[in-house]
C-alpha cells in the first residue's frame, strides 16, 4: 500500500500557541489531501479537504482561520492550528488520495493543548 | 438518509467463525467502496477496496459489491483476536465525494 506520514505523531504545548503538521505522501503524489480530528471513541470529521495549487474547502463549522492549511506540493499538506486552546486538543490525521480515489491515511498525531 | 450506513455493533464473533460486515449506500451511481480498519487509538489502515459487482478475495478478507442492492459487505474468515477493530466502509459516490461510514466495532473472542 502506499504510505503517508505526519509528523510530529506528539505536541504538547501551551494554550496560545500555534502548531503546525505535516503530512507527506512518501511514494506517490497526490492532488488532493483530507485533514480529520477524531476524539475518543467518536468517528472521523472531515475538517477539510486540501487541494494542490488551491485554497482548502473547510466544512461546515470548521473556522479556516483557526486551521490553516497549505498544500504547497503534490507531496505535502501542512495544518497549522493557531493560537491552540484546551478544547482543540484532538486527534489528528490526515490523507492523501491517490489514482482511483482511495484514501491513504497518516499516523495521526496528538496534540495536546494545556 | 446518510450517504453511507452501518450497523454500529458492537460484533462479537468466536476465533476462528466467519465475522460478515454489512454496509449500505445511498447514492446508486457510486463506483469506489473501501474498507477500512482501524485498531482504538490508530488511524484507518485500508485493507479492502472494490470497484465491480461480485466478490473480490484477499487472503482472508472477501469484500461482496451488490450494485443493484446498494451495498457493500466484508467476510473476515477464521477470525482472530487480531482482527478485533472497528470497521469502516467508505464510498465514493458520482460527485466524486468520499463518504464514510460510522464504523462497526468487532471484537473476536478467544
Known amino acids: 500500500g502506499a504510505v503517508v506520514s505526519q509528523h510530529p505523531s506528539w505536541v504538547i504545548c501551551k494554550s496560545g500557541t500555534s502548531v503546525k503538521i505535516e503530512c507527506r505522501s512518501l511514494d506517490f503524489q497526490a492532488t488532493t489531501m483530507f485533514w480529520y480530528r477524531q476524539f475518543p471513541k467518536q468517528s472521523l470529521m472531515l475538517m477539510a479537504t486540501?487541494?494542490?495549487?488551491?485554497?482548502?474547502?473547510?466544512e461546515q463549522g470548521v473556522e479556516k482561520d483557526k486551521f490553516l492549511i497549505n498544500h504547497a506540493s503534490l507531496t505535502l499538506s501542512t495544518l497549522t492550528v493557531t493560537s491552540a486552546h484546551p478544547e482543540d486538543s484532538s486527534f489528528y490525521i490526515c490523507?492523501?488520495?491517490?489514482?482511483?480515489?482511495?484514501?491513504?491515511f497518516g499516523p495521526g498525531t496528538r496534540l495536546l493543548v494545556l | 438518509q446518510k450517504e453511507v450506513e452501518q450497523n454500529s455493533g458492537p460484533l462479537s464473533v468466536p476465533e476462528g467463525a466467519i465475522a460478515s460486515l454489512n454496509c449500505t449506500y445511498s447514492?446508486?451511481?457510486?463506483?469506489?467502496f473501501f474498507w477500512y480498519r482501524q485498531y482504538s487509538g490508530k488511524s484507518p489502515e485500508l485493507i479492502m477496496f472494490?470497484?465491480?459487482?461480485g466478490d473480490k478475495e484477499d487472503g482472508r478478507f472477501t469484500a461482496q459489491l451488490n450494485k443493484a442492492s446498494q451495498y457493500v459487505s466484508l467476510l473476515i474468515r477464521d477470525s482472530q483476536p487480531s482482527d478485533s477493530a472497528t470497521y469502516l466502509c467508505a464510498v465514493l459516490n458520482t460527485g466524486n465525494q468520499f463518504y464514510f461510514g460510522t464504523g462497526t466495532s468487532l471484537t473476536v473472542i478467544p
Open positions: 472494490i470497484y465491480s459487482n
Open positions: 447514492d446508486r451511481g457510486s463506483q469506489s
Open positions: 490523507s492523501a488520495v491517490r489514482d482511483r480515489g482511495e484514501q491513504y
Open positions: 486540501s487541494n494542490e495549487g488551491s485554497k482548502a474547502t473547510y
